[in-house]
């Protein structure tokens, strides 16, 4: 069964009819994992939705569940690079972890229903059930618009939350 990879509803391979998505009009996202990558042996993902400092939103299908869901992953692009499919810090290792984990175990009020949230390619993953309606864009850019805020002082951790997301507001390297 062929999914469109911006919506994940069933389609032909041209044009979507749900969303309007054709193969090659999505522009490519740089250091979004390509669609098609498994997570967790379970959710097969899509395009990359929408990008913010430190996330990416995908769309996906949950092959156990057989729905579409919208998954995403923890990577501050200022201080990360995706080397082999692995996020990699590149300096404030420690500071990463601590947000990383933060950010996988949040559990405060959430803009979509949370179902899971795991570890994977050395990073944190979100996966969210969306509502019924096709534009998953929309969906997953309210998960990024709305969140807790990262600091990065001085080599400390400060972190203030509301949401889901997680935004680094300062740098100090």
């Known amino acids: 069964?062929?999914?469109?990879?911006?919506?994940?509803?069933?389609?032909?391979?041209?044009?979507?009819a749900s969303c309007g998505y054709q193969?090659?009009?999505?522009?490519v996202t740089?250091?979004?994992?390509?669609?098609?990558?498994?997570?967790?042996?379970?959710?097969?993902l899509g395009n990359a939705l929408c990008v913010s400092r430190q996330s990416i939103a995908y769309a996906a299908w949950d092959q156990q569940?057989?729905?579409?869901?919208?998954?995403?992953e923890f990577y501050p692009a200022v201080i990360v690079k995706?080397?082999?499919?692995?996020?990699?810090?590149?300096?404030n290792q420690a500071q990463f972890q601590v947000a990383?984990?933060?950010?996988q175990a949040y559990d405060g009020q959430q803009m979509l229903p949370l179902a899971q949230a795991f570890f994977g390619n050395n990073t944190a993953y979100r996966v969210y059930v969306p509502a019924e309606q096709p534009q998953l864009k929309k969906q997953a850019d309210m998960l990024l618009d709305h969140g807790r805020v990262v600091k990065w002082v001085q080599g400390g951790l400060?972190?203030?939350g509301k949401a889901s997301r997680?935004?680094?507001?300062h740098c100090t390297y």
Do not use: F
């Not at 994992?33 to 959710?43: E, H, Q």
């Open 1 to 16: 069964m062929n999914r469109c990879p911006d919506c994940m509803n069933e389609w032909d391979g041209r044009m979507c």
């Open 23 to 27: 193969p090659g009009a999505s522009m």
């Open 30 to 44: 740089p250091n979004a994992l390509p669609p098609g990558t498994v997570l967790a042996n379970r959710y097969v």
């Open 65 to 72: 569940m057989e729905q579409r869901m919208i998954i995403t």
């Open 82 to 91: 995706r080397i082999q499919g692995m996020v990699t810090p590149q300096r």
């Open 100 to 103: 990383m984990s933060r950010y």
């Open 158 to 160: 400060c972190l203030e």
């Open 166 to 169: 997680i935004r680094v507001l």
